[in-house]
């Protein structure tokens, strides 16, 4: 008997589990989109028309946050206060978007890569160069690569290949430099190019082992390498280095930092924020205010009529009619489990990171998915999927994503770009690693290198020689 009950639970645990982990990984926008298929699709689902609370159901006035839930139990707690907010004016609607709204405050904290290589090259374009050069940007791939040929973009646009190529060449020198190259080698040769013009630094060496030896120097086959340009090994070893240090196969990379690498989940650039953070009062010192962001401004339920609809449904109807009624019961169930889940995660990341909300970068803490999981005695995929393209705007109105909050490396770029801005002379990575130390982040040499590269940072000898040509 037991295992008839359990064999008949099993199914109806999987759905649910699998309908949460689907609503938990889904934006506001997605959210919406999710919830209109249902209404569309399935008669057992309705939606109350009025603006209700998401957390207490108190009816609200046509705009705004719930007067009750918004505000703290204890003025001088610091914890911060979480809930759900029918915040529908961020959400235009189909039918109407108000042109007279001032998008400055959700303005992208990352704009995209096409746009500003196309901002950089424009004053040296004429119009028709201009309409060439975004056709080329808008076929660059996540690594910054063109994903066409110069002659095939020559057919498509009537332009000759030499104009093509004349353009192509202008966005390569733009920043991230290398980028529109049409593979990783092609981007090294660009980047070897223009710190060539700049120091005298870059060894006799590099270009040859990037035109003739990109397989071998992949792989590290550093004897091979000697042997066939007849030079000493030290010699390859010194300039594969330098490649390793100075140059980016992928230019896109260190425009987006280790933000959107294709080995990571993409990240979006962000327009509209899932979740807001305020101050009480505009006032630091008190608590946080946390709105999580609802699509909805009515009440979802399952349609009362509808029970009474299936008695006296015909046999035949019956079965269909009491499938939809399950499966709306189901979303309705599932919706607040992905609220509640939103709720948990919100109030516990913000009370630790609420040093790094106030106070900027520097502040982050080391927090993980691992240890919020932890806590919230929840999987790990789950607070993945919670984290997984959530924007959050802060108080500042700055959009940023929701997983910098657990970017364990976010704090300590932040204090070697300030050490880096307050240099008297270029500091090599060893001795920028030893000032860390003494600021209490003990990384190493190499880790350093990293994080310079990802905030753009050029090496002490280039920094030196663009001082002195300066």
């Not at 207490?56 to 907010?85: I, Y």
């Not at 401004?297 to 009529?305: H, W």
Request: net charge negative; proline share 6%; glycine share 2%.
């Amino acid at each position: 008997m037991l295992q008839r009950q359990i064999t008949g639970i099993r199914p109806l645990t999987t759905a649910h589990l699998a309908q949460t982990m689907t609503l938990l990984s889904l934006t506001t926008e997605e959210l919406q989109q999710e919830i209109d298929s249902e209404l569309a699709s399935n008669p057992a689902l309705e939606i109350i028309e009025e603006r209700r609370c998401p957390n207490c159901h108190r009816l609200l006035s046509d705009h705004g946050k719930c007067p009750v839930c918004s505000l703290p139990a204890n003025l001088d707690s610091t914890e911060p206060v979480v809930f759900l907010s029918p915040r529908d004016e961020f959400l235009p609607r189909k039918d109407y978007v108000d042109s007279t709204m001032d998008d400055e405050p959700f303005a992208s904290e990352v704009e995209e890569l096409p746009t500003f290589v196309l901002r950089q090259i424009a004053p040296d374009l004429d119009q028709n160069q201009r309409a060439l050069a975004a056709y080329l940007l808008t076929h660059l791939d996540e690594d910054g690569l063109l994903t066409t040929t110069v002659y095939e973009v020559s057919r498509y646009t009537h332009f000759p290949v030499s104009e093509v190529e004349k353009v192509k060449r202008l966005i390569q020198h733009a920043d991230p430099i290398g980028v529109g190259s049409s593979s990783p080698q092609e981007a090294l040769l660009i980047q070897l190019e223009v710190l060539s013009d700049i120091t005298d630094s870059v060894p006799e060496i590099a270009e040859r082992l990037v035109r003739e030896g990109m397989d071998q120097l992949s792989h590290h086959q550093y004897s091979d390498l000697a042997h066939k340009f007849k030079v000493p090994v030290k010699q390859i070893t010194q300039a594969a280095q330098f490649i390793s240090e100075n140059l980016n196969p992928f230019p896109a990379r260190s425009h987006w930092g280790d933000v959107r690498q294709p080995a990571h989940e993409e990240t979006q650039v962000y327009h509209q924020p899932d979740i807001l953070i305020n101050y009480l009062n505009d006032d630091s010192s008190k608590p946080l205010i946390v709105e999580i962001i609802m699509p909805i401004s009515g009440t979802l339920q399952v349609n009362p009529m509808f029970k009474q609809a299936i008695k006296e449904a015909s046999e035949d109807s019956r079965t269909e009619l009491k499938g939809d009624l399950e499966k709306a019961s189901l979303f309705v169930k599932c919706l607040q489990q992905r609220n509640h889940t939103m709720e948990r995660l919100l109030t516990r990341v913000v009370s630790l990171q609420r040093d790094f909300i106030i106070n900027g970068e520097k502040y982050l803490r080391p927090v993980t998915r691992v240890q919020i999981s932890r806590e919230m005695e929840v999987h790990e995929s789950t607070i993945s999927r919670a984290v997984a393209n959530k924007a959050v705007q802060m108080p500042n109105k700055r959009i940023i994503p929701l997983a910098e909050f657990f970017d364990r490396s976010l704090n300590v770029r932040s204090v070697l770009k300030e050490i880096i801005e307050g240099e008297t002379k270029p500091l090599s990575d060893s001795d920028l690693a030893d000032l860390l130390a003494e600021k209490g982040f003990v990384v190493a040499r190499r880790t350093v290198a990293k994080y310079r590269s990802i905030e753009g940072i050029l090496p002490a000898h280039l920094r030196r020689a663009m001082a002195r040509g300066a």
